[in-house]
């Protein structure tokens, strides 16, 4: 979904105004939703580890009970980091629609 640039009848640009660029240099990065898809897919993929490392002890491939805790506090850290995140990204997006225009 793109959103386009909001544009009110009659508004005039400040930097056009005084001949001024606004001192923003564009930068070709990658872009908010790409950063946030490839977080969700390193969660993904810790959960994916851990559930691969769960079986590999029950089958008896891995004998180190520590792996399976390492991949299994891994995914748990990531997960609670993206609800954080998710957190965050909620409040901001109810403070911003608070907001009085």
Not at 28 to 56: M, Y
Not at 57 to 66: A, R
Not at 83 to 94: D, F, G, I, Q, W
Request: hydrophobic share 40%; aromatic share 4%; glycine share 6%.
């Amino acid at each position: 979904m793109a959103i386009g640039s909001v544009k009110l009848n009659g508004a005039i640009d400040p930097g056009k105004l005084y001949n001024q660029n606004s001192g923003v240099k564009s930068k070709t990065g990658p872009s908010f939703a790409n950063t946030l898809q490839d977080a969700l897919k390193s969660v993904d993929s810790s959960q994916v580890n851990r559930d691969q490392t769960i079986d590999k002890m029950v089958t008896g491939e891995i004998s180190e009970v520590h792996d399976v805790m390492i991949a299994a506090e891994e995914a748990q850290l990531t997960f609670e980091m993206m609800l954080e995140v998710r957190n965050k990204l909620l409040e901001a997006y109810t403070e911003v629609m608070r907001m009085q225009v």
